[in-house]
């Protein structure tokens, strides 16, 4: 279990210019031949050993470099070591065998129900071939797929160049891509498939071939991502001047994936569950979760393919630039404020626990064991907002300068994030010195914020201080560059107050504060009355912004702030302060804010203006998981039960508002996924949670739904909260729904979900569910909506008093880590935050963790968590 580090990086000895690959697919193996036309690195003055990767999945039956054989090659581990090679050109060419029936890791060439596919990225290309699978080592591919006949497709990246009859009752296609390419961006994929086409014109004139492959029970699935797909091509085109290159777009559905989707050039690999909708089976959160990630996928084609990374600790460069993208895309498509709150919400529910816990990492992380274990919410989502802040400190214009500048300077290149924080200091001539600590340094900053006013003066001076706790390996950090955007609201007139100052860190135009310093001032002149400051809007950086509010000034901003973000997230705030101050029995405190959310949570609930998606976001409590992050330590069967109890105290106390609502929000048209519609069902469902809680004959409005919804929104939203109330009806409306819906593999895996995260739910019982058949081990979705629901998302059973949910999470990681050890290590999530529960907890945790880290031979995946977990 060795760190790889940052700082050790060293470019490739050699480097491949063409790579030959002849993958050939037999019932119960297959055979992979390679040819690759290699050269030393020129920029080298020597080159020592050609070191290959060579998985241990791969069992190498021939090599040869210009036609000698190599009869002994050294294998080290997962290096396959040859002489040093003097000639300017050479060839390597080697023939392996490989059993993907029996591949569970889903990483390599691996079967996925009845058809072949390859999986790759980080890592999985040695496990096809040997090569230097490294992202900084760029090849054109051409590939030759053969197979069996009856595995109609054959598909590999680029364009397809011949294809025809084999003996035996075999045949074969042969693919060529153009674009140099590192080998994580390599796909293949045999199998019986369907094909929904369309197309699509590109700016310049350009038509593509868009083609999505399902199997065939699938095909009326697939309308809804090519139609995200062309949106997403369209925005890339034109918010970004990005058009797509090949003649040929490909998405492939797989049932059995690690991951939501690959970007591999020209064949997008995507989980099914991550693209198969339909408007009857697919919910309004699956249906905006798939357009993301389709455009995601999409965007990757520029930002990682085209220009892509030196090395896996740049990951950040690619990831957190796409999902800035994608991000965008989606707030364009819909409401920018509500994407804005969907996003804030995932980075502080789970991204600042990653930040203030072991596995803490900068962005870019300086050494990793696994690098699978990387693609995590800090180097996705905080990358993410990291890019996002470049964006706010230039501005649209000159952020899109600097990315033409970066796409062109660097097109065909593997590069670092330093490249692309260059571009943008160049663009704008903004010194991003400092702003780099970002991708340096880990853990989430606090900015705290205090104020006066001198009435005379009519000043307004805000006081900033910054700092950031210490994580693993950094007791110490340096000042961020912090962009706080800010507004005031004035407290006697309620309305947004203008005002100027003479700050030099101060960008009027958009009211952006730069934060550099530990400490700072800003003198807001011209304030004309008492005003209640508006903070980091729009989450301007991800930090914990603190300010002394009264609850009454959260009110207000809840009522009456112009950012409707900042409207949701100072109703976050006053319902977090109600809830640790619960938690903490702080009985007078508690009592006056818990008076406040109420009057607070009414206001909102009577305002007729507000966008309906936007208010279902305002009335859902903070997520158990964010106020644990608040206070120490953590009885997390309190915590259920204190947040039960104020949900449940608001449904009653305001139980004619909340009726209102319900009848208010039915459905009155036909389904369609769209803004209006799909916010309107949110606020329904939320309408109907209260009504659940504050009576006891309350689940029949759940009932009743679920028998009369049109759409998988509603319905499901019903049964999930239905299920608080175990009764027997229930039972039947499950099984009903079962009945309806066990052919979809979709829509079963949101079933099994909804079981594993039903209250009352138990140990014995999820055992029970993994008995059922819709449950298996070796489909990750299947482990994610059982296990990992159950673990994640239903804190009584997991954190049930006699240990046993943490006895349960234990042996299945240990038994997924001999079949999968990406999703094993995944599963270790929540055992990550064991130190900040009270001690009978924490006790109970680390004897499973120990027990974990017992036996030889796990994987460097799970050993890298647990023992930085217990360190
Ligand atoms: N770039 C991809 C990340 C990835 C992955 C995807 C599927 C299976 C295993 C994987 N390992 C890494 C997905 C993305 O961010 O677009
Ligand atoms: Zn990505």
Same mark, same amino acid.
């Given at each position: ?86 000639? @300017? ?220 990374? /030196? ?28 994407? /804005? ?172 504060? @730069? ?357």
């Amino acid at each position: 279990h060795q760190p790889i580090r940052l700082q050790d990086y060293a470019p490739p000895a050699y480097l491949v210019d063409e790579t030959h690959l002849c993958v050939q697919i037999f019932d119960d193996h297959a055979l992979v031949e390679a040819r690759l036309v290699m050269r030393p690195n020129p920029a080298l003055d020597k080159h020592g050993a050609l070191i290959l990767n060579a998985g241990d999945e791969v069992t190498l039956e021939h090599i040869e470099v210009d036609g000698a054989a190599v009869a002994d090659p050294v294998r080290e581990g997962e290096s396959l070591i040859l002489p040093a090679i003097s000639a @300017s050109h050479f060839e390597v060419r080697s023939r392996v065998r490989l059993l993907p029936d029996q591949n569970t890791r889903l990483e390599g060439l691996y079967r996925s129900g009845g058809m072949y596919c390859t999986q790759c990225e980080a890592e999985g290309f040695r496990q096809i071939t040997p090569y230097p699978d490294r992202p900084d080592v760029l090849s054109v591919f051409t590939t030759r797929v053969e197979a069996p006949s009856e595995y109609d497709c054959l598909l590999s990246n680029g364009n397809p160049v011949g294809m025809g009859p084999l003996e035996n009752n075999r045949h074969f296609a042969e693919w060529h891509d153009p674009f140099p390419k590192p080998s994580y961006l390599f796909a293949l994929v045999a199998g019986v498939l369907d094909c929904t086409e369309d197309s699509f014109t590109t700016a310049s004139g350009k038509s593509v071939d868009l083609k999505l492959y399902t199997e065939p029970h699938n095909r009326h699935k697939t309308r809804f991502a090519l139609e995200a797909l062309k949106r997403a091509m369209r925005w890339d085109e034109q918010v970004y001047g990005r058009e797509y290159d090949l003649d040929l777009f490909m998405i492939v559905a797989v049932d059995h994936f690690n991951m939501g989707a690959m970007e591999n050039k020209g064949l997008n690999i995507f989980n099914s569950a991550c693209v198969l909708a339909d408007e009857s089976s697919t919910t309004d959160g699956g249906f905006e979760l798939i357009e993301a990630i389709v455009a995601h996928e999409y965007f990757h084609n520029w930002s990682g393919n085209r220009v892509t990374c /030196r090395d896996w600790f740049q990951l950040s460069l690619k990831e957190g630039f796409t999902v800035f993208r994608d991000s965008e895309f989606t707030a364009d498509m819909h409401a920018r404020a509500v994407k /804005r709150m969907d996003d804030v919400t995932l980075l502080r529910t789970q991204q600042f626990a990653e930040d203030a816990g072991p596995m803490a990492h900068p962005i870019r992380p300086d050494s990793y064991i696994e690098i699978n274990n990387f693609y995590t919410l800090t180097v996705y989502e905080k990358g993410a907002e990291v890019v996002r802040m470049l964006h706010t400190l230039l501005g649209a214009e000159a952020f899109r300068r600097g990315s033409d500048l970066y796409f062109e300077r660097f097109d065909g290149q593997a590069v670092t994030v330093e490249d692309f924080v260059a571009c943008m200091a160049e663009v704008s001539g903004i010194d991003l010195t400092q702003f780099r600590r970002w991708y340096e340094q880990a853990g989430t900053p606090r900015v705290d914020v205090t104020s006066e006013y001198d009435v005379a003066a009519q000043t307004l001076t805000l006081h900033f201080a910054q700092s950031c706790p210490a994580t693993p390996g950094q007791p110490d950090k340096a000042p961020f560059h912090i962009p706080v955007k800010l507004g005031l609201l004035g407290r006697q007139s309620r309305l947004p107050l203008s005002f100027t100052t003479e700050h030099s860190g101060f960008d009027a135009a958009n009211q952006v504060f @730069s934060l550099r310093a530990e400490e700072d001032s800003l003198v807001l002149s011209d304030v004309t009355e008492p005003a209640v400051p508006s903070l980091l809007r729009d989450f301007s950086a991800p930090v914990v912004c603190d300010y002394p509010y009264s609850g009454e000034d959260l009110k207000l901003l809840v009522i009456a702030d112009d950012n409707s973000f900042n409207r949701w997230s100072a109703m976050q705030t006053l319902a977090t302060r109600t809830l640790v101050a619960l938690v903490q029995q702080a009985a007078g405190e508690a009592d006056e804010l818990r008076q406040t959310l109420l009057s607070a949570t009414s206001a909102v609930l009577a305002d007729g203006l507000l966008d309906p998606a936007v208010k279902a976001r305002i009335l859902q409590l903070p997520a158990q998981a964010y106020i644990a992050e608040q206070y120490s330590p953590v009885d997390p069967l309190q915590l259920d039960q204190v947040h039960t109890e104020l949900r449940t105290w608001l449904a009653c106390e305001l139980a004619a508002e909340w009726q209102q609502v319900l009848s208010a929000t039915r459905a009155d048209e036909p389904y369609r996924f769209e803004h209006r519609q799909a916010g309107r069902r949110a606020l329904h469902l939320c309408a109907l949670a209260a009504t659940v809680l504050a009576d006891d004959s309350g689940w029949q409005a759940a009932r009743e739904l679920f028998e009369r919804a049109d759409n998988m929104t509603e319905q499901q939203g019903a049964l999930r909260l239905w299920s608080q109330v175990a009764n027997t009806e229930w039972d039947t409306a499950m099984e009903q729904f079962w009945q309806r819906w066990k052919s979809d593999a979709q829509v079963v895996e949101q079933w099994l979900g909804i079981c594993a995260q039903r209250p009352g739910m138990t140990v014995a019982g999820v055992n029970q569910l993994m008995q059922h058949e819709a449950f298996s081990w070796d489909n990750p979705n299947r482990v994610r909506s059982v296990i990992g629901a159950f673990v994640m998302r239903n804190p009584r059973g997991f954190h049930a008093a006699d240990g046993s949910g943490y006895r349960f999470l234990a042996d299945a990681i240990l038994k997924l880590d001999g079949m999968n050890p990406q999703i094993a290590a995944r599963l270790c999530t929540p055992f990550t935050q064991w130190r900040r529960y009270v001690p009978a907890v924490q006790a109970a945790m680390q004897a499973e963790l120990e027990r974990i880290l017992a036996p030889d031979g796990l994987s460097d995946g799970v050993y890298e968590i647990v023992s930085k977990t217990l360190q």
